[in-house]
């Protein structure tokens, strides 16, 4: 039985309770626990240095040569806070409605309302780190709109929120492994986790510049290694983000909940050649003041500026009048493939929509959106030789974050005691569709404001007896983790790497993208572990395991995609309804629209590994929805 | 978007690891897009290297964005490339001309050890922070963020140093490898707010130490860096340091 912890009495008291109700380690004590952290990006970052500050011995790992350069850096249009600032009407509850309707309805009322709880103390926090946001003239802070909300909470900085939080949560890390409170191990991959009796007690890692594998233990492990969107190879995800901590996990026993729910954002710059290898993220919050449309006429060859105001069709503003724009991401891309679907789609592939700034330029001038957009304007300048200043941009779907992940009780802790998931990796507070700037959100609550008590609570009840890395049970798994290594060297194949990658992340998108049916499903079933076979019989690795080796590192990653792949597209087969970014085709209204089955499908699905990708247990968690009624979403 | 392709000839630096001398190595590439990025156009090498059973070349990178700042390399003698304000992953194959030779080295400095062929290591710059480049604030004991005020002008002038993303492209293209320019963008960003004046003179010191300590060479106004930086930050913040440096000394 899935017991989510989720403590009983009324909603805007049960998070205060429970830390009344954990028990506390006291300060001498605490320095006697260590912790392992997986992953220093907005939730690692947080949760270390916060750890440190405690008194706990932090090890904190990352597979880049800094914590700064996490994929948390790339976060463009914001992060969402219940101030009210803007006396437009916000409220931590309407926060916390909008997230869960936002997740139509997949997502734990307890989680997302201690989300919006902590969600005013991040701003606080961060602004006190120096980190610095946007304001008005008088000197406060600014926000701004972003989709599926009717107010306005977001925070930023202008186009860089990602990469000014995490330089505030990197530099609290950095305060904290000066002060010898957290020993940091850049360059190094988890490749396993190790448990004894029971507890997660250590990982097994290998240092990506000397190639050694070293045995790490500890008294917790916590994971905060990031979305696997990679898994469909073109994402707007950076290149080292990787299912392989999560994947490892999952087959040490932590249950992996809800893979299939992953996020298709829809403003992104179209792909454009078969070289290319990755997607570009346009923010979110383009969508305040550019308008999308198509021309009314299919195949238009006209320029766009050519093409008059009634022979444009402002589709979202047509469907969906009291959003427009701003509807969020799921509804959106899956409007933007609709009308390419239907052959109103333009650029050269047909695969586009146009994101027009036009009248917003001549509302508030060049300079008031140079100001707000300035750096994006120039990054899509960059990539696509065109000015969208004078030009509308062109823009389609892409993948950009997944809402699945291990899954986690209200202490963020996984199936394995001892081993918590925070951040993007875990699954917990987004439900089927994430609403805009509510990763970073989420993040810095778990980092900042939810483990370090958490953690207290695990330590001062788990009996936890001494481990050491030479003993039977860490060197098998490290014997474990080096025989996989060799084993991928000497299969010395024809194919390189990343053809396998390409191979199966196009399989993805087109049979488990944005739309999914039955028969394509079962295809990704039969194809994927035809792929995997392959791979280990052909796949050509180059180099030694002593060194820095590119193409071992992606290798590894690559060959958990291919397992976990399965599991993926296993659970959109499962889940017989179309409900936020999981869009069944046979599931939905005559309007289109994702059609949820409450009866059957208000649950969390949790695979536990069984041996083989293909045959994971379900284990289910149902949802209870007390404060919010469930209702057909609706932006119209 | 135009789809030209374009045949290079390329010079790469080669260096199996840190205690190998090294040695530039030629390679062709026909029919690159000149819609491909710099680092798509590595990846058409480094796949065709594979096809023919050698060792890719190394080189680092991971947002492809211009935001993390992973990339980096000499491109044709300039940090980033030709394009000013511009990152590797960024500049596109465009720039080049059919014909052209490409030469690519690592960034070179005594405080950036070659780890293999293009990669550096920059471990450096994360001990220059960690000797003072944070506010002092513990998680929890922050007031409401409304309660500090900053005039807009002054936070916009912290913004333009606070966007610095540590590839280290200043300290490549200095003729001393000196790491002022980041240094300087870090002290002058928290300097310029109030969140950061409490201990501005003791971070301004403990950065510049450190600085000194791990083998970056010394300023002397050269601007290279500002001109090399993919992030256009200003050269007005070496000052901006050497200010909090001489108030430093006075109290
Ligand atoms: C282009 C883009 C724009 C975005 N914009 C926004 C936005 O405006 N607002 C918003 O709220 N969200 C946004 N998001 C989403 C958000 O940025 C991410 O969800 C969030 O930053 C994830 O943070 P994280 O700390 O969980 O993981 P990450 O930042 O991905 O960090 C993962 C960490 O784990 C490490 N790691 C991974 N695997 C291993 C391993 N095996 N061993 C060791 N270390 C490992 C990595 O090195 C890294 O340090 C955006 C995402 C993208 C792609
Ligand atoms: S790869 Fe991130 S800045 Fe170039």
């Known amino acids: ?636 | 978007m135009s789809s030209n392709t374009i045949n290079i000839k390329l010079r790469v630096w080669r260096q199996n690891g840190p205690e190998d001398s090294g040695r530039f190595e030629q390679y062709t590439l026909d029919n690159i897009s000149t819609d491909a990025s710099f680092l798509e156009m590595l990846d058409v090498l480094n796949d065709q290297l594979i096809a023919e059973g050698k060792e890719p070349v190394a080189f680092d990178h991971d947002c492809r964005e211009g935001i993390c700042g992973t990339c980096g390399a000499v491109v044709n003698g300039q940090a980033h490339g030709p394009e000013k304000g511009t990152t590797l992953c960024q500049t596109h194959m465009r720039t080049f001309g059919s014909g052209q030779t490409i030469t690519l080295e690592p960034f070179r400095a005594k405080a950036f050890p070659v780890i293999r062929d293009l990669v550096v290591d920059r471990t450096a710059f994360d001990s220059i922070t960690q000797s003072g480049g944070y506010v002092s604030v513990r998680t929890g004991s922050a007031p409401d963020a409304n309660a500090i005020p900053i005039g807009k002008e002054h936070a916009d002038k912290a913004f333009d140093a606070a966007t610095c993303i540590g590839c280290g492209a200043c300290v490549a293209a200095c003729p001393n490898a000196s790491a002022m320019l980041y240094v300087g963008a870090k002290v002058s960003y928290l300097s310029l707010l109030p969140q950061g004046e409490v201990e501005r003179h003791d971070r301004a010191k403990n950065m510049v130490t450190t600085m000194d300590s791990l083998g970056f060479g010394n300023c002397s106004n050269a601007g290279e860096c500002e001109e090399a930086c993919p992030k256009n930050i200003s050269v007005e913040n070496i000052a901006r340091l050497n200010r909090e440096l001489l108030k430093a000394a006075l109290v």
Not at chain 1, 543 to 558: D, H, I, M, T
């Open chain 1, 1 to 636: 039985m899935l017991d989510s912890k989720i403590p009983g009495g009324q909603l805007a008291e049960m998070w205060d309770k429970h830390r009344f109700n954990l028990k506390l380690v006291n300060p001498a004590n605490k320095r006697k626990f260590d912790v392992i952290v997986v992953g220093t990006g907005l939730a690692g970052a947080s949760a270390s240095a916060t750890m440190a500050e405690l008194g706990y011995n932090v090890k904190a790992f990352c597979i880049q040569d800094s914590p700064r350069r996490a994929h948390s850096i790339a976060a463009q249009g914001g992060i969402n806070a219940a101030k009210n600032y803007q006396n437009d009407g916000d409220s931590v509850y309407r926060l916390f409605y909008d997230t869960v309707k936002g997740g139509d309805y997949r997502s734990r009322e307890a989680n997302v309302y201690r989300l919006a709880q902590n969600s005013n103390n991040i701003i606080d926090q961060c602004v006190a780190q120096g980190v610095p946001f946007a304001r008005e003239y008088g000197g406060l802070l600014a926000n701004r709109s972003f989709g599926g909300a009717q107010v306005s909470r977001t925070f930023y900085a202008r186009g860089q929120t990602g990469q000014q939080l995490l330089l505030g949560a990197y530099n609290a890390l950095s305060r904290m492994i000066n002060a010898g409170k957290v020993q940091m191990y850049t360059r190094t991959e988890m490749l396993d986790l190790i448990v004894i009796d029971g507890k997660a007690r250590g990982i097994v890692t290998r240092n990506l510049v000397t190639g050694k594998f070293e045995t790490h233990v500890a008294d917790a492990v916590v994971l905060c290694t990031g979305g696997y969107g990679n898994v469909f190879y073109l994402s707007t995800n950076a290149m080292a983000c990787n299912v392989t901590a999560s994947w490892r996990a999952h087959r040490r026993g932590a249950y992996f909940a809800n893979p299939c729910f992953t996020q298709i954002h829809p403003t992104c710059i179209p792909v454009h050649g078969d070289f290319q290898s990755k997607l570009t993220l346009m923010s979110e919050s383009l969508r305040n003041d550019g308008r999308v449309w198509v021309p009314k006429k299919k195949k238009d060859p006209r320029k766009p500026t050519d093409i008059p105001e009634n022979e444009r069709d402002y589709y979202l503003e047509r469907r969906y009048p009291s959003f427009g724009n701003l509807v969020p991401r799921d509804v959106a891309s899956r409007a933007a493939k609709a009308v390419c679907d239907d052959g109103y789609g333009v650029g050269p592939t047909g695969m586009a929509v146009y994101l027009d700034f036009a009248d917003a330029i001549r509302r508030d001038g060049e300079d008031a959106i140079r100001e707000r957009y300035g750096n994006l304007f120039h990054m899509y300048q960059k990539i696509t030789d065109e000015n969208p200043y004078q030009t509308p941009m062109k823009i389609f779907p892409a993948v950009h974050y997944t809402m699945g992940g291990l899954w986690v009780d209200y202490n963020l802790m996984s199936t394995v005691p001892g081993l918590f998931v925070l951040g993007e990796a875990n699954f917990s507070d987004h439900g089927a569709n994430r609403l805009g700037a509510s990763a970073l959100m989420q993040g810095l609550s778990d980092g900042y404001f939810v483990i370090p008590y958490t953690i207290g609570g695990y330590f001062a009840q788990a009996e936890l007896g001494k481990v050491t890395a030479d003993q039977a049970e860490c060197r098998h798994v490290e014997r474990e983790a080096r025989d996989r290594v060799e084993k991928l060297l000497n299969v010395k194949g024809k194919r390189g790497v990343d053809s396998f990658h390409k191979e199966l992340g196009h399989l993805m998108w087109n049979n488990v993208g944005m739309a999914r049916n039955r028969q394509g499903l079962e295809e990704a079933l039969r194809r994927i572990p035809e792929i995997r076979k392959e791979f280990w019989e052909n796949v050509n690795v180059n180099g030694s395991a002593e060194g820095l080796n590119q193409s071992l590192e992606k290798a590894g990653r690559v060959a958990d995609f291919l397992e976990f792949a399965e599991t993926m597209a296993l659970d959109a087969l499962t889940r017989e309804e179309s409900c936020g970014g999981h869009f069944r085709e046979e599931f939905q209204t005559s309007e289109g629209e994702a059609r949820r089955d409450d009866d059957n499908f208000a649950h969390v699905a949790a695979w536990e590994y069984t041996g083989d990708p293909a045959k994971p247990t379900l284990h289910k968690e149902e949802l209870e929805f007390e404060y919010v009624k469930l209702t057909q979403r609706s932006y119209k």
